[in-house]
């Protein structure tokens, strides 16, 4: 048997085995320079240490151009798959509410605690009443009232009685309704935010089904215009290709070597079989010519 037949081949693979591991290995190391005196050994660094700035300048660009331009989110943000999750996850929203037992009181109690929620239900109970009562002075309403009252009086020789009567009439109409709106508004505010309160959130979410649907109608009519609006204003601040750019120049030659494997594990080590499979073919062929020769 002719040696040569299997040493040639195997030796070829492993030729070619080391020398593809070696230069992958040599894409990152040395991670830094070495010097014998002042003279600097070529090669040395690593290609991708040596090349970590324009590397990160390129990939950067690339993020920020390309992989994340505001075309390229806004298509996808945008696209067929991304409202179909949108609308499963609003189905879900009103599925939870429809089927919660819970009052808007229990909740905020419970998120808040009693005193929190009482004092908050003062507080918007008095501004109401007062900007509601405001409004009701604001308004003039006792000189309408007593306009519209005194007009029913048609007798000529009242006329004269009724323009006199008419001022002091809307005045203690006014001091009425002073005296007396701020209690029933603020009664029935009471009555109408307890009612709110204390009644089940998914029998308030059917009893204003038509106000969801509406508000469903206008997020998915006005999404597109908010992503696109969004993404004008967002992207230009943020400056993805910088970020990227400044982050990879963080990284350390040996977190970046580390990084490329977990990414490229599969395909460094098929480089290297593959290696190792060519310098087995030229062996062969090498044998097989000089047994020929």
Known sequence: MDWHLLITPLAGGIIGYITNDVAIRMLFRPYKPIFIGKKQLPLTP????????????????????????????????????????????????VGALMSETETPEMFLTRKLGREKVQSAQDRIIGEVCKKASGSLMDAHLGDMIAGAALEKVQAPLLSPLVERIKPQLGKKIEEMIQEKAPPLIESALTDMIMDYLNRPVSALAQDNEAIMASARQFFFDQYERMVTSLLSRV???????????????????????????????????????????????????????????
């Open 46 to 93: 690593g290609l991708i240490p040596k090349e970590k700035e324009r590397i990160a300048h390129s990939v950067g660009a690339a993020v920020g151009d390309q992989l994340f331009s505001q075309e390229v989110l806004s298509r996808a943000l945008t696209s067929p798959e991304m409202r179909q999750k949108l609308q499963a996850a609003w189905e879900g929203a």
């Open 235 to 293: 992207l230009p601040a943020i400056d993805l290709a910088r970020v990227a750019e400044e982050r990879i120049s963080s990284f350390e030659p040996r977190e970046l070597e580390k990084i490329i494997h977990t990414l490229a594990k599969n395909e460094l080590k098929a480089i290297v079989w593959l290696g190792a499979l060519l310098g087995l073919v030229m062996g062969m062929l090498s044998a097989l010519i000089n047994l020929i020769g």
